[in-house]
């Protein structure tokens, strides 16, 4: 060696304290929050509830085909999706949600 050294730095013990935890935490809600308020409805990551309501969805045997006019005896064309054909069903108003 030629007589000439680094100098030698001083390490600080690093501790984990209550303040640092707290600091953290409200840190992490803020954010969550902004994240959710900021973030609009169709950009939202969809849940286990939203996907098995679109699957159930899209298995309903009748899907209504809403390019196509109704005729004169106030039928409305559906998508039969079993027999893969439009059919024509006389649609009565809903009673508690469900067509008759």
Not at 50 to 59: E, I, P, R, T
Not at 60 to 68: D, E, H, I, T
């Amino acid at each position: 060696m030629n007589g000439l050294s680094l100098p030698k730095k001083e390490e600080k013990e690093q501790r984990i304290s209550i303040a640092g935890i707290g600091n953290a935490a409200i840190a992490n809600v803020a954010t969550g929050f902004a994240k959710n308020i900021f973030t609009r409805e169709e950009n939202k990551p969809a849940t286990k509830g939203d996907l098995k309501a679109l699957l159930n969805q899209s298995q309903q045997r009748y899907l209504p085909v809403n390019n196509a006019p109704h005729r004169n005896d106030g039928t409305k064309a559906f998508y039969d999706s079993e027999n893969k054909v439009v059919v024509y069903r006389n649609i009565i108003p809903s009673f508690n949600g469900r067509n008759l």
